[in-house]
């Protein structure tokens, strides 16, 4: 399976500011995913990112609170901006390979653990 | 629509007894269903998944889960519970051919010694 990075791992920002998350992978992918765990809660899609297309948004997220950018098959970035403490959560990245797409199984990245004040 | 609950929010087992955790799903094709865990401070694994194969699947760290249809169900269970098995556990849904994932609210599993 893909391996997945996450950059940063944590940060701690100030509210009204903007925080861009990275997601690396070390093979090339079609779908990479966004979600959103917010704490003590599951996971929520936040975002379809496709190489060469814009990023499909899920009902409640809008592209001027989260652009993204995928910029080739094994890159991908995801904008928190003006932020507020609501938007403390973790946010994934995950992909689905080829091999496994038909079924729909994601790998997932570490996460990034972020923290409005 | 798509949708998946998870009947218990935590469970607590002692050490080498089994394990039941409980999923009931709603899908309006036919679903495959995915079961991930998360240990704390550490992203998602993929511990199995159905994939309309065998309904009993058999994933990693012993565990396996049984899908059945006329119950919209899909438990996971795991015969002898191992203290590195205390970790947050989630049934996911997505219908065959979408990629939308849809979790379940997740269980907390707590393993007594």
């Known amino acids: 399976s893909a391996v997945i990075s996450q950059k940063p791992s944590r940060d701690i920002c100030q509210r009204g500011t903007s925080l861009t998350i990275q997601c690396q992978v070390d093979s090339q992918v079609t779908m990479m995913f966004w979600y959103r765990q917010q704490p003590g809660q599951s996971l929520t899609l936040i975002a379809t990112a496709n190489q060469g297309s814009e990023a499909t948004y899920e009902s409640g997220f809008v592209i001027d609170k989260f652009p993204i950018s995928r910029p080739n098959l094994t890159f991908s970035t995801l904008t928190v901006s003006n932020m507020s403490p609501e938007d403390s959560s973790i946010y994934l990245c995950?992909?689905?390979?080829?091999?496994?797409?038909?079924?729909?199984?994601?790998?997932f990245g570490p996460g990034t653990r972020l923290t409005v004040l | 629509a798509q949708s998946v609950t998870q009947l218990d929010s935590h469970v607590s087992v002692s050490e080498g007894t089994p394990v039941l955790l409980r999923c009931n799903y709603s899908?309006?094709?036919?679903?495959?269903l995915f079961w991930y865990v998360q240990h704390p401070n550490k992203g998602l694994q993929l511990l199995l998944k159905?994939?309309?194969?065998?309904?009993l699947v058999k994933g990693i760290n012993g565990f396996e889960a049984e899908f059945k249809k006329s119950e919209t169900s899909f438990h996971l269970t795991k015969p002898s519970a191992h203290m590195s098995d205390a970790a947050e556990y989630f049934c996911v849904v997505s219908d065959l051919g979408s990629y939308k994932l849809i979790f379940g609210s997740g269980t907390r599993l707590l393993v007594r010694p």
């Open positions: 159905y994939t309309s194969a065998a309904t």
């Open positions: 995950s992909v689905e390979e080829g091999s496994s797409s038909i079924y729909n199984e994601q790998f």
């Open positions: 899908s309006s094709y036919s679903p495959s």
